[in-house]
């Protein structure tokens, strides 16, 4: 079993930057491809991020190219996701989940573990 915890969200104005760190608990954590994911009032949730166990691959939804940036510090079992230049369509509830197999894959399916989410609003 694998517990995440989520922080780093808050209200923001467009324009301005938030960085999401979750930490993760065990041992295995680098081993563990690590993702970002997001749901928006009314929508589905959608793949934001994702690294691979040592960081060396990264993955982002088009929207977000250019604006975050996923990392990862293994020492510490954490995972961040930098967000800048905000966007009022980023506003959303983001959840940072684990894929134990080190896939670094896009869809929801391949993760096993799930934070509770942090909620970032971005005003205009």
């Known amino acids: 079993q694998v517990q995440l915890v989520e922080s780093g969200g808050g209200v923001v104005q467009a324009g301005d930057s938030l960085r999401l760190s979750c930490a993760a608990s065990?041992?295995?954590?680098?081993?563990?491809?690590m993702g970002w994911f997001r749901q928006a009032p009314g929508k589905e949730r959608e793949f934001v991020s994702a690294?691979?166990?040592?960081?060396?691959?990264?993955r982002y939804t088009d929207s977000v190219k250019g604006r975050f940036t996923i990392s990862r510090d293994n020492a510490k079992n954490t995972v961040y996701l930098q967000m800048n230049s905000l966007k009022c369509e980023d506003t959303a509830v983001y959840y940072c989940?684990?894929?134990?197999?080190?896939?670094?894959?896009?869809?929801?399916?391949?993760?096993?573990?799930w934070g509770q989410g942090t909620t970032v609003t971005v005003s205009s």
């Open positions: 989940a684990v894929d134990r197999f080190g896939r670094t894959r896009t869809t929801s399916e391949a993760f096993d573990y």
């Open positions: 065990g041992r295995t954590f680098s081993s563990f491809a």
């Open positions: 690294i691979s166990p040592r960081g060396g691959i990264t």
